[in-house]
């Protein structure tokens, strides 16, 4: 099959008027306001159009600005961590996780191996499900009203059921402690995990099936949003969306943290940066994310999941500052901590990789067309939650 | 040809559409409120007390209000009054009590957090959603008689669980009681030691029974 | 991986009129700090951007934070780099002269493009004016919005409408009513 009977893209270049601060008339400017089922939240584009293209595009966001780090100040470590979980609220264990990595960074604090195996297999069920719910909201955006978005997320339903039979909750986790989590996954959980996995490979064959063919989706987001490797790196680009333009830059990798070493997985990479390949980046990712988890499931040892000598009240790092980051399903999220001894910490900061990978939300839109500034949008994957913290 | 991958994904949605019909892993909706389903006994949605029994809910509270739970909640959704008088808990030691314990279940994020700080295992989370009120303030906060709930109803929603507290705290209590004995029977027998060198004062001064340890405890002694 | 003094002595030597120091972190993490001073930080970030050795091109985290006691701001910058990817950040931070009127430090944005956004937050945020950045307006905080919220020191104005509930004589026996917001916009606010 070809995209071939479809018209080309209009690229950007000469037909894109230089927007300067005289009056024009002809130029309409609307704003994709905060109240938009495509914004994946309460997210808001004052987009300057020129006929339907787009020639200017500001990202206006804040809606959802609850002033988490003000909150991790007045909050003791162990406090803040359920509001970790409402940052990326798909995404809870991994920000969790994050937190934790950063305290225990800064405080010295030891992992039992079985936590460790533990949380390796939790981010990657948690990938799992991001990446799932992006499929299908991206699906939803171009408007297939609905079919690969049910789909989608009938299969999330069955990460959520796992992690609710764990740690009491489908989305807001709450599981990872300073030195481990906080209980252990009986074995009849981890026998559901592996069910789970192994039937994964087959609902990624429907899917892929369903959709990954379909020219209508090829038309609509082959060569729609380039992004070069160059003006990713230099805009501090993280996650699927980097590595399809390229660059292979994963923190499972480059870090090694955890026990991501141990693991033969592979880091897919994409040719052209568009749309399209940011699409089809986070299926592969998938794939190998149930080759870590087959991996896991088999390996994790028997033992504690808390280090002994871990405290849960009364955490008091030491004076002292670091930065702890891991690979998140959205991109590199990291915590910066400075401990000035006391129970709460002086600086909490969460650098939200959405926010970071928004940058470029201009660049890529201009010279398409609205339609694409949605389809542009999906493929980015942001949560507010974790934009406007 | 063109055309061929909708025609594969329209066999997909065809496939998913017919099985929806007889096959339960493509149709999975449930007719909520007819049919529920089964929560995961790990389920957490609020908070709740536990009492020892039902017949008197305020009296056998296994809260001694110690506060860490207050202090620990992030929200700060727990609002505590520790009592002026002590009564006498599930092992007879005398301990305070909440005069008053209201939580703001319009506040609190069901983090489990004060179940985890708890030394009394005294507050443990309840499976509570269908609780919509008409009244938007006064409904939500709780306070310790609609918070109290008694250990058999522990046990139905988190068997699992509440047996563990159950054996660990019967296990405490056991060990508390063996040390009591332990120490009144020393307590008895530096007394006798006391009376004899009492009764005879040309002998040469013993040393003060106090110095001496007290011996293992008597298998089956009385206290 | 050099250390941080091996790099202050390079990057001396590289600009011998700048000021840069190590800001030596305790604790475990042992993540240490150049304090660079304002006036040659763009072209010791440049410098840092295009060393072949280091190629620190992409700037992950840039986080304000409020020193109350030092008396100043402090504009925080985490740098790897994805040429060379093994190695922790190169961490580099600038000072302002003080919390009320110096508050002006260069803007890394020529640098690195990451910076764009995190930037205009810690001026939202801090009330740190960063020179020559491309739009430095408020992106978290609503434009007519007074004050930076993240200061150590800052009070929340008590204007908002709320009802009574039954909780509330409670918590204003715990937490007294905030104070009334000052009068007039604090100095750094922009015009």
């Known amino acids: ?389 | 040809m063109l055309g061929s991958g909708l025609l594969q994904g329209l066999a997909v949605t065809a496939k998913n559409f017919v099985g929806s019909f007889h096959d339960p892993a493509r149709l999975t909706t449930t007719e909520y409120p007819e049919v529920r389903t089964k929560l995961p006994e790990n389920y957490r949605n609020f908070p709740f007390l536990v009492s020892e029994n039902a017949e008197d809910p305020m009296g056998t509270l296994r809260c001694v209000a110690c506060q860490i739970c207050e202090k620990e909640c992030p929200p700060q959704c727990i609002l505590i009054e520790k009592s002026k008088d002590k009564k006498p808990d599930a092992a007879g030691k005398l301990q305070l009590y909440p005069a008053v314990f209201d939580i703001d279940i319009s506040v609190c994020m069901s983090c489990q957090i004060c179940v985890e700080v708890c030394p009394f295992d005294a507050i443990k989370m309840d499976q509570v959603f269908e609780i919509a009120t008409g009244e938007r303030f006064n409904a939500l906060l709780l306070d310790r008689h609609g918070l109290a709930k008694p250990n058999s109803y522990y046990h139905q929603i988190h068997p699992a669980e509440a047996a563990e507290v159950d054996a660990r705290l019967a296990a405490e209590r056991q060990a508390a009681e063996e040390k009591a004995r332990a120490a009144a029977a020393a307590k008895t027998a530096a007394a006798a030691a006391k009376a004899v060198a009492a009764a005879a004062p040309a002998a040469p001064p013993v040393p003060p029974p106090s110095a001496a340890p007290p011996g293992p405890p008597n298998p089956g002694g009385s206290a | 991986m050099e250390t941080a003094e091996q790099l202050r002595d390079r990057l001396q030597a590289q600009f011998p009129a700048a000021e840069i120091a190590v800001v030596p972190n305790p604790g475990p993490a042992a993540q240490h700090s150049l304090l660079l001073g304002a006036a040659h930080a763009r072209a010791v970030a440049l410098f840092l951007r295009d060393d072949p050795a280091l190629a620190l091109d992409y700037c992950s985290n840039v986080t304000g934070v409020d020193w109350l006691q030092a008396g100043y701001l402090e504009a925080v910058y985490h740098l790897f780099s994805m040429a060379r990817p093994q190695g922790g950040p190169v961490v580099i931070r600038l000072r302002t002269g003080n919390r009320t009127d110096q508050v002006t430090l260069p803007s890394l944005t020529p640098v690195w493009r990451s910076c764009e956004f995190q930037e205009r937050e810690a001026f939202d945020l801090f009330g740190i004016r960063f020179a020559d950045h491309p739009d430095l307006r408020r992106i978290l905080m609503w434009d007519e919005f007074v004050d930076h919220p993240m200061r150590k020191d800052y009070v929340e104005p008590d204007d908002y409408e709320w009802e009574p509930t039954a909780h509330h004589e409670v918590l204003a026996k715990a937490r007294p009513p905030a104070p009334a917001p000052p009068s007039g916009p604090p100095e750094g606010t922009p015009p």
């Open chain 1, 1 to 389: 099959m070809s995209a071939s009977a479809f018209p080309p893209p209009v690229p950007p270049g000469p037909q894109v008027r230089a927007v300067t601060d005289e009056f024009h008339g002809d130029l309409l400017e609307i704003s994709m306001g905060p109240h938009h089922p495509s914004t994946h939240g309460v997210f808001r584009m004052q987009a300057t159009l020129d006929g339907e293209t787009v020639v200017k595009l500001k990202p206006v966001f804040g809606y959802l600005h609850r002033n988490h780090e003000k909150l991790g100040e007045n909050t003791s470590y162990l406090g803040s961590m359920p509001y970790t979980d409402r940052l990326d609220y798909f995404c809870a264990m991994t920000n969790n996780w994050a937190y934790a990595l950063s305290a225990e960074k800064l405080a010295g604090q030891a992992v039992p191996e079985r936590a460790e195996y533990l949380r390796v297999i939790l981010a990657e069920l948690t990938r799992l499900l991001n990446h799932t719910c992006l499929a299908g909201f991206l699906l939803q955006d171009t408007g297939a009203s609905g079919t690969p978005l049910m789909y989608a997320f009938r299969e999330r339903e069955k990460i959520l059921d796992l992690f609710e039979s764990l740690s009491g909750s489908r989305m807001m986790c709450n599981f990872q402690r300073f030195g481990g989590c906080r209980t252990d996954a009986p074995a009849d959980w981890l026998a559901r995990a592996g069910q789970l996995v192994d039937g994964y490979g087959a609902f990624l064959d429907e899917f892929e099936a369903l959709i990954t063919g379909n020219e209508i989706l090829l038309a609509r987001t082959q060569g729609v949003g380039r992004l070069s490797a160059a003006l990713a790196v230099s805009a501090g680009v993280t996650g699927p969306m980097l590595r399809a333009t390229g660059v292979a830059y994963d923190l499972r990798k480059v870090d090694g943290y955890g026990i991501y070493p141990r693991f033969d997985f592979r880091v897919p990479l994409g040719d052209h940066g568009d749309t399209y390949d940011r699409y089809m980046i986070r299926v592969l990712e998938m794939r190998e994310s149930i080759k870590i988890l087959h991996a896991a499931l088999r390996e994790i040892p028997a033992g504690p999941v808390m280090d002994p000598k871990a405290k849960l009240r009364g955490f008091r790092p030491k004076p002292g500052e670091a930065y702890g980051r891991i690979e998140g399903p959205k991109g590199e999220i990291g915590f910066y901590l400075i401990s000035d001894g006391g129970a709460n910490p002086y600086r909490y900061r969460v650098r939200p990789p959405s926010l970071v990978n928004l940058t470029i939300l201009e660049d890529l839109c201009l010279g398409h067309t609205l339609a694409d500034t949605v389809v542009i949008l999906g493929s980015i994957d942001i949560v507010l939650g974790e934009v406007d913290r």
